[in-house]
Nanobody, 127 residues
Framework: QPTLMESGGGSVQAGGSLRLSCATS????????MGWFRQTPGKDREGVAS????????AYSDSVKGRFTISQDHAKFTVYLQMNNLRPEDTAKYYC????????????????????WGQGTQVTVSP
């Protein structure tokens, strides 16, 4: 069973940047789909970015498009989320997730499409 561990969260002022990392280990899926989600208390988990194993099928939610970039380094078994021009509304706990098979269309942003999750890392953006 794969494990995922996020890091890189913190507190920044609006307009600042952070890079989140998700280190993965274990698992046997040859083509896992990876996603980044975020969640604030009392709200549903929101998908913000996803990437297929080939790095060819990348998707972003409208709320982060143009500001966030997802990437991966297979040699390091790590997925990244570069977040620029952060806004207070980006404040949330960010989770990375792994699906055991390729995902398509709207499925990439559905939490129930993913089988494994990290513990999350907090991002706080002050005005």
């Amino acid at each position: 069973q794969p494990t995922l561990m996020e890091s890189g969260g913190g507190s920044v002022q609006a307009g600042g940047s952070l890079r989140l990392s998700c280190a993965t280990s274990g698992g046997t899926a040859s083509r896992p789909h990876m996603g980044w989600f975020r969640q604030t208390p009392g709200k549903d988990r929101e998908g913000v970015a996803s990437i297929d194993s080939f790095g060819e099928d990348i998707a972003y939610s409208d709320s982060v498009k143009g500001r966030f970039t997802i990437s991966q380094d297979h040699a390091k078994f790590t997925v990244y989320l570069q977040m620029n021009n952060l806004r207070p509304e980006d404040t949330a706990k960010y989770y990375c997730a792994r699906a055991s098979r390729p995902l398509f269309g709207s499925a990439v942003f559905r939490p129930d499409s993913y089988h494994f999750w990290g513990q999350g890392t907090q991002v706080t953006v002050s005005p």
